[in-house]
């Protein structure tokens, strides 16, 4: 009899939780937000999620966080999503215990992981407690990098601590309509600065987006939670597995004239069907980074985007790209190249020291990545372009579209150090004199022909086709293996 009712009291508590509280769930619609469990079914396949911990509480309103596993796509994930109806979603003891236990799972499993956040922060009458529980959590993370892919979403207020997850994940996606990040809230930074903000202009999608603080924007949560859905989709389950080989082209497809200031054009060319994410689209412009697939295999594009200062490396370029590298080498997805690239913009006095930090993070991770690495030189590369992304220390195999400029220096900077007396002693008008070397310099000098010539490229190939050959050189270096010198890691420049 008394276990009976034990059960049922069991059952009851279960079903009490799973509820959740009425009035406040009303508030959470209200707000234009969807519920913790809401997004977690909306995520996952039809009826593949498994609760963990259900009755794990903080106190009377429990630990203010829904954790389990599922499927998307038939594959399987573990989630956390953060539950802003118990306390504003506030970290506590027993909120982080039950995060920590996916966390540990998904490392033993191999197995992604999705984090939806919404988090007022930490719950403060826990004290230091509290602050431990988030270590806990950061802790955990920071071994997991590497391992799993962990992508969190941003459905809600993301303020201190809880902004460090968005920043601990592979890739931050960030709902327009109710996410906000960032590192203090407004009434401090007011306080704090003098001038009044809100939300949405300090952590707002925008605003983050433009600073790099998260990888994608989407209008609402649910093209949120798409987004992260098509991603699963993209990358392996774990850094000991490849990524799923899905035929959605023609391996022999042409790429239809492109021309090489063209980016979007160069990077739907290339990927099958046209298909591409791109990540940190508004930020670091002069460089885009985008997962796609090539021949049915997940690769990673970088490509200069010529549109925006020729296609400069800046520090916001640089370090966008070094770090979709090494997420690339992290699990296995060879990187396609396009550059088209002026080399490395000439800075101000005072961030003069960021752009040489952040070019050496490029060099260092194009160097490190040991995955296939396949460049193409669509128009320049110019100094640092070329010797970062498209050197024979850099890519295994490097081709170039005719026309293409490889220099130390632009032809208009080369014709001053080269043909000094020449410029001197026409008489033609000095502009049409520099213009007239600079051309003679990059058919002479820098052209495609002559680098190929010196073994600096592999091949000179016509633009229409890059994919075949680009497809060609992933299938073939698709065993690739790199002796590794005994260390523990490389000191990257950050």
């Known amino acids: ?76 994930v573990y989630v956390f999503a953060q539950d802003y109806t118990v306390r504003g979603g506030a970290m506590g003891v027993r909120h982080a215990q039950k995060v920590c236990r996916v966390l540990d799972l998904a490392v033993k499993t191999g197995a992604p992981v999705i984090a939806l956040c919404d988090s007022a922060g930490v719950r403060v009458d826990e004290g230091a407690r509290a602050m431990n529980a988030y270590a806990s959590i950061y802790q955990r993370l920071a071994k997991l990098s590497g391992v799993c892919p962990l992508i969190a979403l941003i459905l809600g207020p993301a303020i201190g601590g809880a902004a460090l997850i968005a920043q601990l994940a592979d ?73 799923p080989l899905v ?53 990673g594009l970088v490509v200069s985007n010529a549109a925006v200062n020729a296609g400069e490396l800046a520090p916001a370029a640089c370090a966008k790209a070094a770090r979709f590298i090494r997420f690339c080498d992290c699990f296995s997805l060879p990187v396609v190249s396009l550059i088209n690239s002026r080399g490395v913009q000439v ?77 001197r002693q026409d008489t033609a008008p000095a502009a049409q004199t520099r213009s007239r070397l600079a051309r003679r310099f990059a058919s002479e000098v820098a052209d495609g022909v002559n680098a190929a010539a010196e073994g600096m490229i592999d091949d000179v190939i016509e633009p229409a086709q890059t994919r075949k050959y680009v497809l060609a050189a992933l299938e073939m270096l698709s065993c690739k293996r790199e002796p590794e010198l005994p260390r523990k890691h490389g000191n990257l420049p950050l």
């Open 171 to 243: 890739i931050a996606i960030q709902a327009a309509d109710v996410g906000r990040l960032m590192v203090y809230g407004p009434q401090v930074v007011s306080s704090l600065t003098g001038r009044d903000c809100d939300m949405k202009s300090l952590g707002g999608a925008e605003t983050m987006a433009a600073q790099g603080g998260v990888a994608l924007t989407a209008a609402t949560e649910a093209e949120a939670i798409a987004l992260a859905a098509k991603l699963i989709g993209l990358l392996p389950s774990c850094n000991e597995e490849d990524a």
């Open 347 to 423: 800075p101000s006095a005072e961030t003069q020291s960021w752009t040489m930090i952040t070019a050496a993070q490029l060099l260092c991770a194009y160097t490190e990545a040991s995955v296939p690495k396949v460049s193409v030189i669509v128009g320049s590369a110019i100094g640092q372009a070329y010797v970062a992304m498209g050197g024979q220390g850099s890519a295994d195999l490097t081709y170039a579209w005719p026309g293409a400029v490889i220099s130390a220096l632009t032809p208009e900077a080369a014709v001053q150090v080269l043909y000094a007396d020449e410029m």
């Open 247 to 299: 035929d959605t082209d023609d391996l022999n497809r042409l790429l239809t004239e492109v021309s090489p200031e063209d980016s979007e054009g160069l990077l739907s060319g290339m990927a099958d069907s046209g298909d591409f994410v791109e990540l940190f689209p508004a930020w670091g412009g002069e460089l885009r980074v985008a997962l796609a697939r090539m021949g049915g295999r997940t690769v």
């Open 1 to 76: 009899m008394g276990n009976t009712q034990e059960l049922a009291e069991a059952l009851a508590r279960r079903q009490a939780v799973l509820q959740g509280d009425p009035e406040r769930i009303e508030k959470q619609r209200a707000a234009g937000k969807l519920t913790a469990r809401e997004r977690v079914e909306r995520l996952l396949d039809p009826g593949s999620f498994v609760e963990m911990d259900v009755l794990v509480s903080g106190g009377a309103d429990g630990a203010g966080v829904v954790t389990g596993s599922g499927t998307v796509d038939a594959r399987p």
